[in-house]
């Protein structure tokens, strides 16, 4: 089991930034790839970005690609979102998940096993 815990949320607004921090306890945090989702009310979730195990390969979705880094710290046991040129659209809850996996990033969410509770992140206009 991995028990995943998000942090960083807020508001802020159009054009700000945030940090976006995963803290992971359980199993070794170095075996799994690690990604965040994000949801708004009424649409389905939605892939973010995803590291994988070793950090060597990343995965950015089109929708935030050049506005956002991901990076890990498996000492730490966390994974950091750090999200710049904040947009009302980027409005959502964002989920950190994470699945064990040696090879690439999965795209989708029920490739994923371990959830966190989400944290919510309004980006006001």
């Known amino acids: 089991q991995v028990q995943l815990v998000e942090s960083g949320g807020g508001l802020v607004q159009a054009g700000d930034s945030l940090r976006l921090s995963c803290a992971a306890s359980?199993?070794?945090?170095?075996?799994?790839?690690i990604a965040w989702f994000r949801q708004v009310p009424g649409k389905e979730r939605e892939f973010v970005v995803g590291i994988s195990w070793s950090a060597y390969s990343t995965t950015y979705a089109d929708s935030v690609k050049g506005r956002v880094t991901i990076s890990r710290d498996n000492a730490k046991n966390t994974v950091y979102l750090q999200m710049n040129s904040l947009k009302p659209e980027d409005t959502a809850v964002y989920y950190c998940?994470?699945?064990?996996?040696?090879?690439?990033?999965?795209?989708?969410?029920?490739?994923?096993?371990?959830w966190g509770q989400g944290t919510q992140v309004t980006v006001s206009s």
């Open positions: 998940a994470a699945v064990s996996r040696r090879v690439g990033v999965p795209l989708t969410s029920d490739e994923y096993a371990y």
């Open positions: 359980g199993r070794p945090f170095s075996n799994y790839a």
